[in-house]
């Protein structure tokens, strides 16, 4: 009796290193356009770099993290935000799935679908609401909502602290009633 050769074949795939070098260029080009400061563009593009080798670094988070601090340390400009409001989630999508692709992997790009539908509605949702507020925000809005920085901080923390005490009483042994006969 002869065994047969078993496989498959995938249509559309890509390398697993594909979406890891996707975060460098999305990182890279992002901190050529937003931020101003060179220190900061190296500190980025770095930050992308480890992430392609070590994506449980969490590198990728910190370059996002340096084009936000570009958009936050330049003048105001609706197109610099939406196009922040862009490239982070798809800095952070990028960087949730390479957690979880091996790099020398092929993926089949019918499973990234999922993400990229995920992505493209958080967009549908968050550009208008970018543009909404910069149409009817009123043009001294910068003095007023500095003094919000503190209670925004806090709100964080706050929000930090539940994230943190749900994920301890997720992971925390349940205790099953015992059943008397």
Do not use: Y
């Not at 697993?16 to 593009?45: D, E, K, N, Y």
């Not at 770095?46 to 958009?71: E, I, M, T, Y």
């Not at 992505?119 to 500095?146: C, E, K, M, R, T």
């Amino acid at each position: 009796m002869t065994r047969g050769l078993r496989s498959f074949r995938v249509r559309a795939a890509v390398p697993g290193i594909t979406v890891r070098l996707l975060i460098l260029a999305i990182v890279w080009g992002g901190a050529v356009v937003l931020v101003p400061f060179p220190l900061w563009q190296g500190v980025a593009v770095v930050a992308a770099l480890v992430a392609v080798v070590l994506p449980r670094s969490l590198a990728a988070w910190f370059g996002a993290a340096c084009l936000v601090l570009g958009v936050l340390l330049t003048e105001s400009d609706p197109g610099r935000t939406a196009l922040a409001v862009l490239l982070v989630p798809a800095i952070h999508v990028l960087a949730s799935v390479s957690l979880e692709i091996p790099i020398s992997s092929r993926v089949a790009l019918a499973v990234l679908w999922p993400s990229l539908a995920r992505f493209l509605v958080v967009q549908l949702l968050a550009q208008p609401v970018v543009f909404g507020v910069w149409v009817l925000a009123p043009s001294n809005v910068d003095h007023g909502i500095a003094a919000l920085a503190p209670l925004a901080a806090v709100a964080l923390v706050l929000g930090v602290l539940l994230a943190v005490r749900a994920v301890r009483r997720s992971d925390a042994p349940r205790k099953v009633p015992q059943v008397q006969d």
